[in-house]
């Protein structure tokens, strides 16, 4: 019969509206990738191949400041190194706290609310107005946390003045803004069936066994999300260490954004710095990379399925 | 030169400044024309900004000024703007970038404008200052706003209180210290401020604190012929011993980390401030006095007397479209009339030789003539050659600040550390 032909046409013509009409609607999101997000970074990618000093066309230069960097720039391995260490400290010392945390912030207990949106508040403060706040609570001459400690006879602590120090201080404030990931894990928790736990009671499993053997299983997914999500974090940190210590006391606290920002804004050695940028890129990839290859290890998917 | 100003009130005497009357123009009036003005919105250059608009306006009717102040480091926003092309066409600068600017095609060489106009008489500018505004000894790539030589602040109340003699003008490093040590042990506080900048606590990387002591000290971080470096050689390592000896020996600078919530000679934390005289109109702006104070000039080192100088300015941007009119605008700044309302508002020392005859202005200070005196210690900025950078920033001053800051915290010998930063620096140099 002939009306194939018209129903087949009259459905082309609704699938291209309804496609024509999705694109529509997602363009103005795909434009802005593209304009803010995947342009920029091409262009990036094209000055890190360059000399350019912003105020002169840049010079295409080949790998040249890839390889100054690796060979010729002693603050990038010193920058990279306290990152890494700040990282390191950093991941392990969220994790650590936002579970004991989370696990508390799901008690049944009255006015919790109350309780998660307080721990959740240093999220929502500006990270400048957070880093000018604690500089102030550790200043050691005038500030309240030394003050404190010297009133109960302990000595004081040279916070941001002492090298061994200003890293671990930097680590403990971005800890304390760290709830993002405490309220994963609530959210995490709240999701694992009570009906396992009983379970787990009725085959004889303590309160330990319970968190060891149905807990943490069950939050691998949450942890390993957190464990990414800390790492990449943790390698883009810039602004506490900018506002309070700037590098010092003796570049234990200079962060490899931190240099980037030198070269890119002080040394006016804008191809430089992007090549430092596209450098940072891969790091945090590999990383990344690494840690996905090791989730069918130790990652337990919904279903108790590994990987 | 250019530094942050940590100030808790505002400057005096800008209604002063407002009347001050417009230098003559030729007769005919200029055509009506926009400039756009691209300056700091900071306590010690409002005045000035006030001055050299309302200056404008008056002698071109019909013309306008629009202010675009700077937000975020001076040298990264005008760099982004020359990018752009959209740099206006007036400039704030300071001695630290007129070479970098001009350089980088962001100022323009005003000297032919000033050449061509009676009305400006460079001869009537002291040397050292117009010394600053040139590169390589050539061009005119801005006009300087002050007499800036860095002079002792000194808290009076301090000394006398802790019965420490007040400083005197013919000083050495040697006996200020042991006044420093005395007033340290009688009132614990510290003796020389770090300024609350760049951040707050103490500094020791600005170029004008430690430079001095390299001259003092026989010393030069930089061979004549500008292919050798020398921060390893004994003068310098010598003079280094000695500037960070006033941390790590005789605890009489702000310590980097003592931050007593603002800058320390203004909240009396410190008995002395070495700083620019635009500080000046600051302290005198205090209201009550929180102590009485005065200034003099720098003590001597064991091979003379040596401070640094520089200053802020303006200049006219390489892209300008109306060179003319934005000459007009900034040369004013170097006239008699606008030279006696930044000295009136005690917000530099008159740039003018033609002035230095002029009374001196009712105190605190009452030493103010020693910002003059201190003049003739004066010392320029070291220039490194190539793509090093230099003392404000880049390799050069990133090696010169890791090395010293880690004298002072104590995890290096002064030795240890400048023979690192020379080597890398003289690694840079031979690169060319």
Known sequence: MATSRPAARRFDRAFWRRTIRGYLFISPVVLGLIIWTFGPMVASLYFSLTDYKIVSPPVFTGLDNFSDLFTHDRLFIQSLWVTVRYTVLFVVLVQLVSLPLAMLLTQKVRGISVFRTLFYLPVVVPVVATALLWRYLMNKDYGPIDAALKFFGLPAVNWLGSPDMALVSLVIISVWGAALFTIIYVAALQHIPEQLHEAARIDGANAWQQFRFVTIPLLTPAIFFCLVTSVILSFQFFIPAFVMTG????????????NLYDKAFKWLEMGYASAMAWVLFIIIFIVTLVIFRTQRLWVHNDGGVRG | ????????????????LGAVPAVAQSPSAPAPVTIRFGTLNAPFVDPVNKLLVDNFKATHPGSDVQIEYITGDTAASYATQAAAGTLPDVLFTADLYVKPFAQGNITMDMEPLAAADPTFNMSDLYENMLGLSKVDGKGLYMIPSSYDVVTMYYNKTMFEAAGAPLPQADWTWDQFIAACQTIKEKTGNYCISGRDTPK??????????????IDGYGGKLISDDGKTALLNSPEVIAAMEAYTALWTKYDIAQPLDFDPGGECFMVGKCATLLFIPGYMSAMRALDPQPFEWDVQGIPSHPQGRFTGMGTYGFAISADTKNPQAAWDFVKF??????????????AGIPMLKSMAGDPPLPGPPNNIGAFVTNGANGILPTNFPGNC????????????KDAMGAVIAKTSSVTDAFTTANDNIQACLDKG
Do not use: F
């Open chain 1, 247 to 258: 590098g010092g006391p003796a570049n234990s606290t200079y962060v490899y954004n931190l």
């Open chain 2, 1 to 16: 030169m250019m530094r942050r100003l940590s100030l808790g009130t505002a400057i005096v005497a800008v209604a002063a």
């Open chain 2, 200 to 213: 707050p606590g103490g500094d020791y990387q600005w170029w004008a604190d430690y430079v001095p002591w």
């Open chain 2, 333 to 346: 700044l170097d006239s008699q009339p606008a030279q006696k309302a930044i000295a009136d508002a005690y």
């Open chain 2, 389 to 400: 950078g230099s003392l404000y920033a880049g390799l050069i001053n990133q090696e010169i």
